[in-house]
């Protein structure tokens, strides 16, 4: 063999051999790559499960806060609803014991009287009952002062 195909060959092996060993080395890098990259990768994905929990316990937190808030606001205002309902309620009271100190049987028997008569005009209702059962022929109304 001459020196020049010497040489060409000599130049073919170490060609292989570095074709070879970068073979080997790119399989042996992905090997390993990938056991870093996955290491890599897990921690990664313990560090966004970490960072979503906090904020997903801070947006719990948050609407907690939220609906606390909304749930003092419907309590005011069903006490206010209830203060309304209770100064209402005292009015009546008020103007029923008005009433109940102006008001005399003859009175009442007057509009009772009133309203029959209203009933006879209308003539809608021919069917009125009256029976006279007092003393002066109209119907009894207690009075709740005689004892």
Known sequence: MSS???????YAVITIAAAVALLVGT???CMFGFKAYSRYQARQDTQ?????????ANN?????EIKIGTQEQR??????KAQIRYEK???????????????????VQLEMVNALNGIAKSGKN?????VPIGEDGLPVVADVNKK
């Open 60 to 64: 719990e937190v948050k609407l907690n």
């Open 27 to 29: 399989v042996l890098g």
């Open 48 to 56: 966004n499960f970490v960072k979503t929990s906090q904020m997903k």
């Open 126 to 130: 021919a069917t009125v009952v009256y």
């Open 75 to 80: 309590v005011k205002i069903e006490q206010q």
């Open 89 to 107: 309620a005292q009015g009546i009271r008020k103007s029923q014991d008005e009433i109940a100190q102006t008001l005399t049987p003859l009175y």
């Open 4 to 10: 020049k195909s010497q040489q060409d060959t000599r």
